[in-house]
């Protein structure tokens, strides 16, 4: 099993931004790509941003490309979502999620952080 934590979500302004935390506990080493889905309200949660575990490799969503950007530290286990020039639709809670080796899914999630832009 592997837990995940998020941090340093918030409110800010339109054009600011915002970076975001993953920290990741337990069995790491199975970890193959981790990830980061958002949620607003009254929609699906959508596909965000994601990083493969231990060899190169990101992945984005068009509405974010060129304002987001995933990273991770692998020694600190920990991946991040630096967000730039937010804008009011980025507003949703954010997941961390983390797709094993062995699976084809995310099946681990942590348990959100809300990210407000206010206009």
């Known amino acids: 099993q592997v837990q995940l934590v998020e941090s340093g979500g918030g409110l800010v302004q339109v054009g600011n931004s915002l970076r975001l935390s993953c920290a990741a506990s337990g069995r790491t080493l199975t970890l193959y790509r981790m990830g980061w889905f958002r949620q607003a309200p009254g929609k699906e949660r959508e596909f965000v941003a994601a990083v493969n575990w231990n060899v190169g490799g990101t992945y984005y969503a068009d509405s974010v490309k060129g304002r987001f950007t995933i990273s991770r530290d692998n020694a600190k286990n920990t991946m991040y979502l630096q967000m730039n020039n937010l804008k009011p639709e980025d507003t949703a809670v954010y997941y961390c999620?983390?797709?094993?080796?062995?699976?084809?899914?995310?099946?681990?999630w942590g348990q959100g952080t809300q990210v407000t832009v206010s206009s």
């Open positions: 999620a983390g797709r094993p080796v062995d699976s084809a899914n995310y099946d681990y």
